[in-house]
């Protein structure tokens, strides 16, 4: 079974590491550890003798939700399977500019929406080329690069742009001010968050309200990585309701289930369980970025996210496979990532226990 491109493939894993998949360690998927949380479980439970009906095709409680939570109108909001399947209607539109700028090194799921659609994609790369200097160095002081002006070329008017922020695989945050000026330089300009709810809200950098000022901002989100839900698939794009409505045109109907609907109305309003994580995760990844840093051969990257980026001595896919068949645990190698290649692994921050086991057995190793 070949491994696919993205992490939590639990079952590639317990094939290749000959146990269930419930006895893998998953680090590959940064997923926290923390949820669903309670309020998530009893809100599906409520829901189960819906599932004879149809869900609502407009998503109105859901969206009133989400707008609520974002201070921003609810027609302003398009719910979708998963961010992936908003990425995928991302792709088709940008297909239609005259080139697609990627802030490399890039999450694996843009070039694939943008090769679906023939899309041309321009790389633009985050780490500067100076060799003397180790790549973990030059990451940490990587900022968003210039790209071209508009009174240069006059290029980017008829471009888009797609980054993440905070950005994977880095885990890097960049300043709201150092996207601001690409507004106006870009046709489209998209901004994938699925990981910035995990900041709290004096710390994150979200774009979100600027999209009423922007007709070019699209920013998309994901519920499923902080409230502990990749199973039951939700992300949702905030953007201009004109080309959300083009968006809607173009898609299945019901791509949202009763479920997940439910699920996501009762996570937002949660305030409990996000205060417990914005408290829970610095201290958590501190601790694992102490832990890596003290073994020889291994240098993490400081980061703002639940997941850290690790500079090898090691083959990571070899590291990878050992830590599997050996001790069933899971990380995420990075030769998705071709400016990585097979010397960084990617890890999510776990429990205390989770995390003292992947130290504990990465101390063996080197």
């Known amino acids: 079974m070949p491994q696919q ?8 894993a317990a094939a290749l ?53 974002h ?23 940008l297909a239609q500019l005259a080139a697609t700028m990627l802030i490399t090194p890039a999450f694996g799921d843009y070039y694939r929406t943008l090769t679906a659609y023939n899309a041309k994609v321009l790389e633009f790369p985050l780490i500067s080329s100076e060799q003397q200097v180790p790549l973990v160095g030059r990451l940490a002081r990587a900022e968003l690069p210039k790209l071209l002006r508009t009174q240069d070329s006059g290029l980017t008017t008829d471009c888009g742009l797609l980054l993440n922020n905070p950005h994977n695989p880095t885990g890097k945050l960049f300043s709201r001010d150092s996207i601001l000026p690409y ?7 998209v901004v994938d968050e699925a990981f910035m709810d995990f900041l709290p809200p004096d710390e994150e950098q979200s774009l979100i309200g600027l999209v009423q000022k922007y007709e070019n901002l699209v920013i998309l989100r994901s519920l499923t990585k ?20 083009k968006w809607q045109s173009w898609r299945d109907p019901w791509p949202v289930n009763t479920l997940a609907a439910a699920a996501a109305i009762a996570a937002l309003q949660d305030t409990e369980f996000q205060q417990h994580s914005w408290k829970w995760l610095p201290q958590a990844r501190n601790q694992l970025f102490q832990g890596l840093a003290s073994i020889p051969g291994l240098q993490p990257l400081e980061g703002a996210v639940n997941y850290l980026l690790v500079e090898s001595q090691q083959s990571t896919s070899e590291l990878q496979q050992k830590l599997l068949q050996q001790h069933q645990i899971l990380i995420r190698d990075c030769l998705s990532f071709k400016e990585l290649g097979d010397r960084y692994f990617r890890v999510s921050i776990r429990s205390e226990a989770d995390n003292q086991r992947l130290l504990s057995v990465l101390s063996t190793e080197y």
């Open 17 to 69: 590491a000959g146990c269930s998949p419930d006895a893998i360690v998953d680090f590959s998927a940064s997923i926290s550890p923390l949820g669903p949380p309670d309020s998530v479980l009893a809100a599906i439970v409520s829901q189960l003798g819906n599932l004879r009906h149809y869900p609502d095709p407009d998503y109105s409680e859901l969206r009133l939700a989400l707008g609520h939570f």
């Open 226 to 245: 902080f409230y502990s839900l990749p199973g039951l698939r939700l992300g949702y794009a905030i953007a201009h309701p004109h080309r959300l409505a």
């Open 183 to 189: 507004l106006r330089e870009f046709a489209l300009v």
């Open 5 to 12: 491109a993205h992490g939590g493939n639990l079952a590639w």
């Open 71 to 93: 201070q921003v109108p609810s027609e302003w909001i398009l719910p979708g399977n998963g961010s992936a399947e908003l990425l995928t209607l991302i792709g088709r539109e």
